[in-house]
């Protein structure tokens, strides 16, 4: 499949490519959409398996398989759509994050008739540093939703804010053009007086 020379080839709709310096290899899934179907331009979707992380002042590109901030990258889905008139524009970004880590921030919880029983947790300024940030995120960061069934349980049922110190297992990254959110799981909770 590859002649270990740094050479692309293309399988299907994949391309890979190798790098000898490299150990780690670049996969690219692409799809064509045609100016009949999407109605204005030709349209290629590109889907990399990699990510482009913060590190503080830098970056970092991490693959499925690394580890980053103490968390295994497990899945990593970067979609772009590329056209004639737009080069490369970010479509969506899912990537799962294996492993635990403690932050302290707030926890938000609400309930009103439209949305029901609500989460939400907002890391402080330290622990944003210690949670994946794709560089490419342009939502406000640190902030994401439990998805445990029995955070009723865990929370009770009143409406509050407070400040705490939360473990997290399974960080995932949601975003894409509509409205998505960052999940984790919660493992245990601490409240700051």
Avoid at 35 to 44: H, V, W
Avoid at 51 to 60: L, Q, W
Avoid at 91 to 96: C, G, L, Y
Wanted: hydrophobic share 35%; proline share 2%; aromatic share 12%.
């Amino acid at each position: 499949m590859s002649d270990k020379n740094g050479t692309h080839f293309k399988l299907s709709s994949r391309i890979y490519s190798y790098s000898p310096d490299n150990e780690k290899s670049h996969v690219l899934g692409f799809r064509y959409f045609s100016k009949e179907n999407t109605g204005s331009s030709d349209l290629l979707t590109k889907d990399v398996n990699y990510g482009v992380f913060k590190d503080r002042e830098n970056t970092v590109e991490i693959f499925e398989g690394d580890t980053y901030l103490g968390m295994a990258a497990e899945d990593i889905s970067v979609l772009y759509h590329c056209s004639e008139n737009l080069p490369e524009e970010l479509a969506r970004i899912r990537i799962q994050f294996t492993g635990e880590v403690t932050l302290t921030g707030k926890i938000y919880v609400s309930v009103d008739d439209d949305f029901g029983y609500q989460v939400y947790f907002v890391a402080d300024k330290e622990s944003i540093e210690k949670i994946p940030l794709h560089i490419e995120d342009t939502r406000g960061q640190g902030g994401f939703r439990f998805i445990n069934e029995n955070l009723k349980e865990i929370l009770g049922e009143a409406p509050f804010i407070k400040e705490c110190e939360i473990t997290i297992k399974d960080f995932n990254i949601h975003f894409a053009a509509t409205e998505a959110v960052d999940t984790a799981e919660l493992v245990s909770i601490k409240y700051i007086e």
